[in-house]
């Protein structure tokens, strides 16, 4: 009951701020967009045709000059066969939330559904030195575009390409600045459950023109140690992440893992842009299906689980093909014995400077009974303006 009343007094302070003249100075900020995104899924039988709309609203309140307080809510309108064939799917969306229930949504049974979110609420204080934030808050630690082992606190699917903000965690965060490009790091996560606690330090420093990031604590169930870097080899960039899982409970369910993720990128003149990674996951199989990627972006990932293959590959290509048309190619491989692929073509029309139309293909591939064939065809078209 106290959640739902935070959650309608929080809406009533936007609705009141979002009313006033926002070309006045003042010590607030409002920014958002709105998207729709249509979804047409190819399957072997059927075509399923969905539609989202997604409106997103950012505020800043700048109380003094080293308080800053953001809230950011999501509100999102489904709509389609997908909603109205699957009971549960007002569970299958209500992902996002961490300690504290911020969201809610409309009753199931209907061809619609409605969903708002509360993914960032917290308080930011700065000091000389010093960084403090406390609610929910996006702690990102990887360094690498697609997979992200040092991501302790907020990992998530390269194929979610619809939530570019990422999830957050009801966490505290405390920052300490340390000489040229140094600092160090203390988070932590609530919960009442202690295996679902993560709690963690890091400490970046810069050393040969690269910046290194060493990082040690406790995840959920786990001890962990981990390493990463950013630098370049010549004009290309460099990356790595690498860390260590080791299972202090739960041991006879939970194995020992090493994730280790490595990436290189590079931009031509001509705008031609390069990205290449390899992932390695001591835990991995290499006669896991695709089928378990599919419906990645569902559910929240962690550090530990970022692909269930041993071996994953990735390669990315973008270009301008003109100042208002974007193009772009994405392609995973996992080397297994079923040599599965992930496909994801795109183009993107900037039709005005705030408002873009993309258009997406997502297929995955994979061996089944002998015939390898595509096991998911999904095409998107996504219009957004941006105010």
Do not use: C
């Not at 072997?44 to 309140?61: A, C, G, Y």
């Not at 950013?230 to 460099?238: E, H, M, R, S, T």
């Not at 599965?340 to 039709?351: D, E, G, K």
Request: glycine residues 8%; proline residues 3%.
């Amino acid at each position: 009951m106290f959640r739902a009343q935070y959650l309608i007094l929080l809406f009533t302070f936007i609705h009141a701020v979002h009313g006033q003249d926002i070309e006045k100075p003042q010590n607030w900020q409002l920014t958002g967009s709105i998207k729709d995104l249509m979804t047409v899924n190819f399957g072997e039988d059927s075509t399923l045709v969905d539609n989202l709309i997604h409106n997103r609203m950012n505020f800043k309140w700048y109380p003094s000059e080293k308080v800053t307080f953001y809230l950011d809510i999501r509100n999102r309108l489904f709509h389609g066969d997908l909603v109205r064939s699957i009971p549960e799917y007002a569970e299958f969306v209500d992902v996002g939330n961490d300690y504290l229930d911020l969201s809610y949504q409309t009753s199931k049974g209907k061809p619609w559904l409605f969903q708002t979110m509360i993914d960032r609420a917290y308080l930011e204080w700065y000091g000389d030195e010093w960084e403090i934030r406390l609610g929910r808050q996006r702690v990102n630690w990887g360094v690498n575009l697609i997979w992200n082992p040092n991501d302790l606190f907020n990992a998530y699917s390269f194929f979610d390409f619809d939530y570019e903000e990422r999830p957050g965690s009801d966490a505290i965060r405390v920052r300490k600045y340390i000489g040229y490009a140094g600092s160090l790091e203390l988070v932590s996560n609530y919960s009442e459950e202690a295996d679902e606690i993560v709690m963690a330090g890091m400490w970046k420093t810069n050393r040969w023109n690269y910046d290194f990031q060493f990082l040690t604590g406790k995840a959920r169930q786990d001890l962990v140690l981990g390493l990463g870097w950013a630098g370049n080899i010549g004009d290309a960039g460099f990356k790595g992440e690498a860390t260590y899982f080791y299972p202090y409970t739960n041991k006879e369910l939970l194995d020992k893992a090493f994730l280790v993720s490595l990436s290189t990128d590079y931009s031509f003149e001509n705008s031609l842009y390069l990205n290449g990674s390899v992932l390695f996951n001591s835990n991995g199989s290499d006669e896991r299906s695709v089928d378990g990627l599919i419906f990645a972006s569902s559910g929240v990932l962690t550090a530990r689980d970022l692909s269930p293959f041993k071996y994953s590959t990735f390669i990315q290509a973008g270009y301008s093909f003109h100042p208002l048309i974007n193009g772009g190619l994405a392609v995973i491989y996992y080397p297994s014995t079923r040599n599965s692929l992930f496909m994801n073509p795109s183009v993107t029309f900037s039709i005005k400077p705030n408002l873009d139309l993309d258009l997406i293909g997502q297929v995955f591939l994979d061996d089944q009974e002998d015939e390898y064939e595509a096991v998911a065809k999904i095409f998107y078209t996504r219009i957004k303006w941006s105010f």
